[in-house]
């Protein structure tokens, strides 16, 4: 909630209010709602003149309208607005003209929480002033006659209150506190020899300290994290802060902690990133680690090292890591590096801050807003270190790859000139698989069989006894051996992949001039020949789709060859759906395509054998 109190010469509100004018916003922060009367201590003092009527305008931006909440409220005609939207964040301090709708009720408040008219001493209108990682600022307004205060304090989970005494001052500082930590403090009026005030209550949490002990860790599954992908209040973890600008509610809280075990990479929960191209309703969305202590850590010593993945195949998984020195100032924000998941499996990534210069402190994660469509991408298990004495190649990536060998390259970080490759097939147990030693950067693994996938691990070898820590794994994939034995038969119920972001038979490939519309394997049996899945032609008038079978072996003769297949077309009209059957000569290039006939579907819904 953000609260504001103004005076006012109004008796009613059925005219206009100018809030921007006079509006003091005492609280701004998170509302403990319960049953029965809840309390909102004031971040601001509110200084009352004694006699003006007072307007309480209350900034509720937790969310969507929820029905069956209830609060007190007694009659009072005309005394009490409301106006509600969930696309538009009202701002109370504008002068913009919000049209609102005049109740007659009126919610039940206590100022100061003082309701006896006999009380001879009131208590101080404490309010929160600063805050540091060992120290709470308070200020307070004076009540009502008093000559001085007494203020206690405790961390909330404890039962003993401690004194500080006697105070003359508006302020002071408790000090003396642990980082981190929630406290409770009351303070009292004295106003004579044996008479108080009651006690007026304030909450506040110190600051983190900054990050002074390395290895620092976090896999976000001590957060309560949201199950929602629709969020407007951020969770990252506590003494984490995050940068987002965009005014769609639905995700001005990203990136959040989300609860997921499928798209967590360990335990249930992984921070998500999700963006859309619009602009201002979505912006770069930045996750903040907590400071580091670049006295003991300067930047260029460490590493970030983490797991991340794709939303989905089909969306961008891009981030960028970088340092600001103004976590809540986007133009602090100095990119270190740039990296993208490649699809939806996590893969682990170390970024190096060897070069950064800067003096910031704050390393940051940025999900940045894309120029088109969306970036949706999941951090896991992030581990901020030292970069070792030897630090682990990072970039592992395929050049080539045929059906018998995969050629792969990385980069490497130090001076180290040779390297230990381990391999063997996917998820292969680290430690049981081939390990080979190199001085070959890329290098070739041969023997391999066509058409499957293999985990490869590398780390560098800076002298006899000094070796990095393994990166990896990385899946390459071998290439599809050519049909060499005949008939070849495929009726598409095997196992799909993910071929160009959507569903695909492994070893075939397409092409197509639209991307928006392409060949893909479909699934029912409603609309399969026999089994449940089928190739799905999704075509648009004057553009191609093209399915490509694997390759023939050289030793078959094409021109000996018969192609049997059932087809049916599903458009419901008269026109005849007319088919290409040909040969290429690169699978990748579609202007090598060589028509050897068509073939013209008349009947809708009705398998035919062609």
Known sequence: WAIYLMPTPQTTLTGFVNTDATAVKVFDGNVDIHTGWFTVQFTTPFQYDGSSNLILVVDDNTGSY?????????????????????????DPASATSYTATVENYRDNVIFGGECDTTATCVAPHIALAATTSTSISVDWVPGYQESAWELEYKPE?????????????????VSGLNSNTVYNIRMRSVCGAGNYSYWAYLTARTDCDEISVLPFTENFDNVSGATSTTVSTNNLPICWTYYNTGTN??????PIVYNSSTYAHSGSNAVRFYNYSSTGSYSDQIAILPPVNTMIYPLSTLQLTFQTRKYSTSYTGKLVIGVMTNPSDRSTFVPVDTVEAVDAAYEEISVYFLNYTGNGNYI?????QPASSYNAVYVDDIVLDLIP??????????IASSSSSITFGWTELSSASSWEVEYGPAGFTQGTGTVVSTTTNPYTI??????????????????????????GPKTLRTECGAITTLPYFENFD??????????????????????????????????AHSGSQFIDFHYTPNCYDIAIMPALDPSINVNELTLDFWLRKQILNDNPITFEIGVMS?????STFVSLGTVDVQTTNTYEHI
């Not at 940051?364 to 940045?368: T, Y």
């Not at 799909?496 to 699934?523: F, K, M, P, R, V």
Request: glycine share 8%.
């Open 249 to 254: 509610t639905s995700y001005s809280g990203y």
């Open 494 to 527: 095997g196992p799909t992949i993910q071929y160009n972001g959507h569903a695909y038979l492994e070893c075939w490939s397409a092409l197509q001039s639209d991307n928006a519309h392409y060949a893909y394997i479909g699934t029912g049996s409603t609309y």
């Open 364 to 368: 940051a994660i940025m999900g940045p």
């Open 66 to 90: 929820v029905t069956g909440n209830s609060y007190y409220t007694h009659s009072a005609p005309n005394m009490s607005r409301r106006v509600y939207s969930d696309a538009t964040n009202y």
């Open 389 to 398: 004495s030897c630090p682990k190649p990072i970039d592992v990536t395929l």
């Open 446 to 471: 041969t023997g391999l069989n066509a058409s499957t996938a293999y985990d490869v691990y590398v780390r560098s070898a800076c002298s006899s006894t000094d070796f990095s820590n393994w990166t």
């Open 586 to 590: 690169n699978n990748a290039d579609a």
């Open 157 to 173: 989970a404890d039962t003993v209150w401690l004194s500080m005494g006697s105070l003359t001052d508006n302020s002071t500082v």
